[in-house]
């Protein structure tokens, strides 16, 4: 039994991390659809840009300049700041932009980023919905790059790359940027075969017509998986379409983020049991594989070291292995006492790295059975310039 939990347990990890993302990759090159099957727009779409904020006021000024200054028809693109109960100067800066179209919604209680786009999302004027973060700078072309797939009426969303800003002053900002690319050569993949699983907050983009009601989940994922579940459109991931973020201000604060992400896809999962039906979902095996295999990783690691620990009593195999895990786990904690003092040398930091986010998904399970949420959208601290 204890052989059979490890090599279970062994397997899980091996195929979550590696095994899917070499098979995924390998399926769509040979069955997929190339992300530029796609015809030239005979007149660009109408758009509403949205950003959503709570008390952003140092990042709100830099986002629209941003946001105005990107490669779009003006007469096509309409700007939307939705002000979720700021108590700060959020909404008296966005009403500086009023004379170059900037319209500022502001609502005087905190509803939370799903409420409000509720609200906000049917009195939009553009075709597609644009949600774009406050503190994530677009590429110029972003927009044209992004909106081109919705030449194709199968196409009922996009979401765009997000790169991390590396920071010399930042501990995060090189696990997140590693993290990043390792996941954006699986939605890549994901994509050619018929979708990426979900969008990132940072730029994302659905056909107004298809735009969903949210519930109290992560938007992003909640909203382009429900347009694949209910209309069998596709959600197309772009990676020309950048946009730009600053780490997270700490790690700490990176911790809690990926604790929160762990519980928003658990709260999801009753609202989304289509995507694991075959019959009616197109990417049930993505989703199992790539979001529903990473969330038992952390208890899988557990089981491989315990086990491996028992069995080596009694042979050297396992002890080799055992030990092997052990050194892993060292590295990783001298990895953390390195990245404390701002040092990242890759023999430590990746293993550090792997053992954070695992340990942050495990503590995310172990938060969830309490049922307390703050259902309030959180946003990221992160780096501004100034830091």
Known sequence: MLKLLFWASAGLVVYVYVGYPVLVDLLSRWRGVSRDAFKALPQLPSVTVLIPAHNEEQWIRRKIENT?????????????????????????????????????????????????????????????????????????????????????????????????????????????????????????????????????????????????????????????????????????????????????????????????????????????????????????????????????VPPALLLMLVCSAALALASRFYLAICLAQVVFYLLAAVGAILAKYGHRPKLFYVPFYFTFANAAVGLGWLRWPRRKYDYAWQPTERLTDRS
């Open 68 to 296: 105005l200054d990107l490669d779009y028809p003006k007469g096509q693109m309409e700007i939307v700041v939705a002000s979720d109960g700021s108590d700060d100067r959020t909404a008296v800066i966005a009403g500086e932009f009023a004379d170059r179209g900037v319209r500022v919604v502001a609502f005087p209680t905190r509803l939370g980023k799903q409420e409000m786009l509720n609200r906000v999302v049917p009195k939009a004027t553009g075709e597609i919905i644009v949600a774009t973060d406050t503190n994530a700078l677009l590429a110029r072309d972003a927009l044209r790059k992004l909106l081109r797939h919705f030449s194709d009426p199968a196409v009922g969303g996009a979401t765009g790359r997000r790169v991390c800003i590396i920071q010399e002053r930042s501990v995060p900002s090189e696990g997140e940027g590693l993290y990043w690319r390792y996941d954006s050569w699986i939605k890549e993949s994901e994509s050619r075969m018929h979708s990426c699983l979900g969008a990132h907050g940072q730029l994302y983009a659905i056909r107004k017509a298809v735009f969903p009601h949210v519930e109290k989940v992560g938007e992003d994922f909640y909203a382009s998986m429900k347009v694949v579940t209910t209309t069998g459109q596709r959600i197309i991931y772009e990676p020309e379409a950048v946009a730009a973020i600053p780490a997270a201000a700490s790690l700490s604060i990176e911790f809690e983020r990926k604790m929160r992400a762990q519980m928003s896809l658990l709260l999801t999962l009753p609202l989304m049991w289509d995507l694991l039906l075959p019959w009616r979902s197109p990417v049930w095996w993505q989703y199992i594989s790539h979001k529903l295999g990473r969330m038992f």
